[in-house]
């Protein structure tokens, strides 16, 4: 697949899965849920290994970065954010996850040496106000508190989490570990650590037959999990993590344009200008350098 054709799988299904997550919330403890979730992902994924005839033996070096890779992607970073939803509203966990893509910056400037153009943190500067910009009249009802900083902390140690799964995710490509594999085990690592964490917090691994929770998980598995992470993580090789992880600065946006189809969502101001800054930023750090140099100097131009 193309490179758009990537991102914008990723940005589509993952703008989508929050109608399915809230069908996730119920009888069935959040931990457990997103356990079954990813033991369904790497089922689905080892089974088209097996009918594709993909090699799946890898050394145990190999096998602990699949862990370490599964448990901060796939483990850690949920069981983080949806503790922090506990304490604060998801406006606020929506925009502290948005700095992932300053987190990714970082990590792949210190890993791997990746140089990142102005262009980059423009785009993104724009898209961090635009997502802020969104959820405002939902933060004017935040009051400041050991809760709300404590939700915050967790939001960003989850955030932080995906990060470091992100990097692991390019390590282990670097390697020439092909991505279905390593999301396979990746995910089937993951949902074991969710499960520990459900018989450590003493939780019940309960389930619903609903067909709203199967259709869901089903949704959540398939669409949000194999092909959205095949996708994003693909791309993070390909346009680098820096310009990929603006895919969830957008998502939200995404959410927001379903939601007025879906639940009738009331814009406002804040959703025009919110919206516009997002998209402003998307192509600011999707645009290739030398294109926006000569769309500029055509502006110039103009002028004179």
């Known amino acids: ?128 106000f635009g997502i802020v910009t969104l959820f405002w009249p939902q933060l004017t009802d935040v009051h400041l508190g050991t809760a709300t900083f404590l939700g915050l ?16 995710s390019i390590k282990n490509q670097k390697n020439h570990i092909p991505i279905v594999q390593a999301n396979a085990w990746g995910m089937l690592y993951g949902a074991i650590f969710t499960s520990l964490a459900v018989v450590v917090q003493g939780k019940q691994f309960t389930f619903s037959f609903e067909p709203a929770y199967l259709t869901s998980l089903v949704y959540l598995s398939l669409f949000g999990s194999v092909i959205a992470f095949g996708c994003y993580l693909s791309l993070m090789t390909r346009i ?13 946006a995404i959410a927001v344009l379903i939601s007025t189809v879906v639940e009738g969502f009331a814009w406002s101001e804040y959703t025009v200008i919110g919206l516009s800054f997002v998209l402003l930023g998307n192509i600011v750090v999707l645009t290739k350098t030398e294109t926006l140099q000569r769309l500029f100097s055509f502006k110039q131009a103009a002028k004179v």
């Open 1 to 128: 697949m193309s490179n758009s054709i990537l991102y914008l799988l990723t940005v589509l299904i993952w703008g989508s899965t929050w109608i399915a997550i809230n069908y996730q919330l119920g009888d069935v403890a959040p931990e457990a849920s997103v356990s079954y979730r990813f033991l369904l992902a790497a089922i689905i994924l080892f089974v088209f290994v097996k009918v594709k005839h993909l090699p799946m033996l890898f050394s145990l070096k190999q096998h602990a970065l699949f862990a370490a890779f599964g448990v901060c992607l796939f483990g850690m970073n949920y069981l983080l954010l949806y503790n922090a939803q506990q304490h604060i509203n998801s406006a606020l966990s929506c925009i502290a996850f948005s700095t992932l893509m300053l987190m990714n910056i970082i990590n792949a400037k210190v890993f791997f040496k990746t140089h990142i153009t102005k262009q980059v943190y423009f785009g993104g500067a724009f898209g961090l």
């Open 153 to 168: 902390g967790l939001c960003l140690l989850g955030t932080f989490s995906a990060s470091m799964g992100n990097m692991l």
């Open 240 to 252: 680098g993590s820096h310009k990929t992880s603006y895919a969830n600065i957008i998502f939200p």
